[in-house]
């Protein structure tokens, strides 16, 4: 598996997926700015990542977010107080991501009560339809 920002400036390997997690704990919202956060786990030992624009920042108390500070995407997490040994990459970075289907919602407790009804909300195909 490969994946990496949206400019390019930084680039991953890694192996095979383990699952891919919707969490919506209220750490993730707030870091990342949406209503949940989608990753593919994999193990650490199997990942590595190159780019001179690769940054990191502490999130909570061993949570890591690590980034491309040129065009802000969030490429990776890892937690080794929490998750030792696994690296949890972006769902939107890795590529063929269109194909992978979530196995879990982890940390629901924290889970925005409208989530479960998104697949009833009307839906465009591309932005929002004018004159309606």
Aim: proline share 4%.
């Amino acid at each position: 598996m490969q994946g990496g920002c949206v400019c390019g400036a930084v680039r991953y390997t890694a192996g095979e997926a383990l699952s891919l997690v919707n969490c919506h704990c209220r750490m993730c919202r707030g870091i990342n700015g949406g209503a949940f956060s989608s990753y593919v786990v994999v193990h650490s030992d199997g990942f590595a990542a190159r780019g001179d624009t690769l940054a990191q920042i502490q999130v909570g108390d061993s949570a890591i977010k690590h980034f491309c500070r040129h065009c802000g995407t969030p490429v990776f997490n890892t937690n080794p107080g929490r998750y030792p040994g696994f690296t949890m990459l972006y769902l939107g970075t890795v590529e063929g991501h269109e194909a992978m289907t979530p196995a879990v919602n982890i940390y629901s407790s924290s889970k925005l009560g409208w989530v479960d009804a998104l697949g009833g909300l009307p839906s465009f195909e591309e932005g929002r339809q004018r004159g309606g």
